[in-house]
């Protein structure tokens, strides 16, 4: 799937959709093409531009005091921040009809076509997306940064060891830095069948639910309040 369209990420899917809900209904062959082609577009919208055009909708009030401007992502949500506006002031004009009666639309239109000093206008501008690229796709990691001080000096002891070890000895795949530990964030259920040292086990399962293939360990990087920190 090497380019493809809104209509063709739609399609597909319906088709994983179909798959998941009824996998009896399907062959093993069609099942692993519609794994790839999520693959494939996982890899794309991960490394490139999402290549589909946008559209923004953009408004301003002008009022006394000035100019506010708003923008949302569809005219639904452009008006609900511009009504804000309109229910605050509403006392303004001469109208009894209570706004919070009153759809957001209905509430901007009923509020600037009565209120004689105040205007408003709004636009839907279109963002063109990127064109997809032929070149080959580079692939790309992200890389999450921790204190060393989320480790007990026990583990990074453990780690530093570790790190001498050949490839093929060692639990995880793992670098001292000489600030600390550069780990490859193994997925979340295969961590659960590693035997390593539960504040290792803690940041590396921080790393992996945040979509981060590798974790550094730096002593120079902040600690973050929701792994426990430890004084050496």
């Not at 076509?113 to 796709?137: K, L, Q, R, W």
């Not at 992200?142 to 453990?158: E, K, P």
Request: one cysteine or more.
């Amino acid at each position: 799937m090497r380019s493809f369209t809104k209509h063709d990420l739609v399609q597909l899917l319906a088709r994983a959709h179909d798959v998941i809900q009824s996998p009896a209904n399907f062959s093993a062959a069609l099942i692993a093409e519609v794994q790839a082609d999520l693959a494939s577009v996982q890899e794309h919208l991960e490394t490139q531009e999402v290549p589909w055009s946008l559209d923004i909708h953009v408004g301003h009030i002008d009022h006394q005091a000035g100019f506010n401007f708003y923008a949302g992502l569809s005219r639904a949500a452009l008006m609900a921040q511009m009504a804000v506006h309109c229910r605050e002031w509403w006392q303004a004009i001469n109208v009894e009809t209570d706004p919070r009666t009153l759809s957001d639309e209905a509430t901007v239109l009923t509020y600037f076509n009565h209120h004689p000093e105040e205007y408003f206008a709004t636009e839907c501008i279109s963002i063109d997306g990127h064109e997809m690229s032929d070149e080959p796709v580079i692939e790309t990691s992200r890389l999450l940064v921790l204190s060393t001080f989320h480790l007990r000096q026990t583990t990074a002891a453990a780690l530093e060891i570790a790190a001498k070890l050949p490839p093929e000895a060692r639990l995880l795949t793992i670098g001292d830095t000489g600030w600390g530990f550069l780990a490859i964030t193994p997925p979340t259920d295969r961590l659960a069948q590693i035997d390593i040292p539960a504040d290792l086990r803690s940041a590396l399962t921080f790393a992996s639910v945040r979509g981060c293939q590798g974790l550094l360990f730096d002593r120079d990087a902040p600690a973050v309040d929701t792994l426990a920190t430890f004084d050496w």
